[in-house]
């Protein structure tokens, strides 16, 4: 009820104020750690909060987890296109009207938006959440049931250059050595970035069944296999006869970036994430690989390159 949710407001409020914080990419204001991952404020931890309390996962249900800008937008679509090819005609794909984020629920910003968290009990079965939170960190309910995780992440370089672009639109962000110094100490959004990936890396490893560890760069080069390979992980593999009408290939070209980049509904308008509103076009920039070498010096990269290359010795992960 109102009072033991406003006692638990007020008990993880006192828990905020006494978390380490550091001055982030933002000009103004200071970044949290939680758990030992870095957020913009005080109400992102709040909202982290929130859903490691009330999340409870079905075993249908598919959380699907990234490192912020690796590809959830290009992942929500075509998770949510494989999830409902039975429900659609494809002239009437709520892709065409609603933006990704509108149609995959982004499970720790409710709290930041003021917006009462879903009852799973009256929500049909299977549902598609998103989640940016490390492994460590997600909710009891997550791990001990059978919901299946797909992780997505990307080059560390071209992560950086997409937060630090997305950013910059709000003329917020201090300037870019500022923030590449900050990205390789670990500090910025959800971040360390190795942590991150670590954690899924290990935990697919360990559950292959359960997670599914998946890199944007894989999806660019091989889309047809990695979207067989996501259905099959889901449960719902493409039948031959689905894959003989083209089904994939409509999948693939309804969810590419040209495509939904262009539909007026990804070009206007704004949509709130955790309690800033940003244009809807700030999830498509130039969606391609690489794009790192436009933005980094020589020396940028192969920092980076280092850093990874230590932290990630001995896991088999290589980006
Ligand atoms: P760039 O900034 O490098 O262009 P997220 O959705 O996790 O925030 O990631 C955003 C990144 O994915 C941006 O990268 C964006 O352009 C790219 N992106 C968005 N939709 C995409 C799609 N359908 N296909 C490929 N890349 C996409």
């Known amino acids: 009820d109102e009072d033991e949710k406003e006692r638990e407001s007020r008990s993880n409020r006192e828990i905020i104020s006494t978390l380490p914080t550091e001055k982030g990419w933002k000009i103004q204001g200071l970044m949290y750690q939680y758990q030992g991952f870095w957020y913009y404020s005080g109400g992102a931890v709040e909202g982290v909060m929130w859903m490691q309390k009330c999340f409870k996962a079905r ?40 933006s990704p984020h509108e149609l995959v629920p982004f499970l720790e910003f409710y709290v930041e938006q003021n917006i009462p968290f879903p009852d799973l009990d009256t929500l049909s079965s299977p549902q598609l959440f998103h989640t940016h939170i490390a492994f460590t960190s ?25 937060i630090f672009c997305f950013l910059s639109r709000w003329n917020i962000v201090v300037p870019l050595e500022e923030a590449f110094e900050l990205f390789c100490k670990g500090i910025s959004v959800y971040g360390p970035f190795w ?17 599914l560890f998946m890199k944007y760069e894989d999806v660019k080069r091989d889309s047809l296999c990695q979207v067989k390979r996501l259905a099959e992980f889901m449960g719902s593999p493409f039948s ?23 539909l007026k509904v990804n070009k206007t308008g704004a949509i709130s994430v955790g309690n800033v509103s940003t244009g809807k076009d700030t999830f498509f920039r130039k969606g ?22 230590e932290k990630l010795k001995g896991s088999g992960l290589t980006f």
Request: aromatic letters at 8%; a negative charge; proline letters at 5%.
């Open 240 to 262: 031959s006869e689905e894959e003989g009408q083209g089904l994939i290939h409509e999948i693939m070209e309804l969810c590419s970036f040209e495509n939904l980049r262009n």
């Open 195 to 211: 942590d991150h990936v670590l954690g899924y890396w290990k935990a697919s490893l360990a559950s292959p069944q359960r997670i």
């Open 288 to 309: 391609e690989v690489g794009d790192w070498k436009n933005h980094l010096t020589a020396e940028m990269a192969d920092r980076i390159d280092r850093i990874m290359e």
């Open 138 to 162: 997600l909710p009891q309910p997550v791990i001990d049931s059978q919901c299946r995780i797909v992780y997505i992440c990307r080059n560390p370089k071209d992560v950086f250059v997409s």
């Open 59 to 98: 075993n249908e249900d598919v959380l699907l987890v990234s490192f912020p800008r690796c590809g959830t937008t290009w992942l929500k679509s075509l998770m949510f296109s494989i999830m409902n090819r039975n429900r659609y005609d494809f002239s009437a794909d709520p892709l065409l009207t609603s």
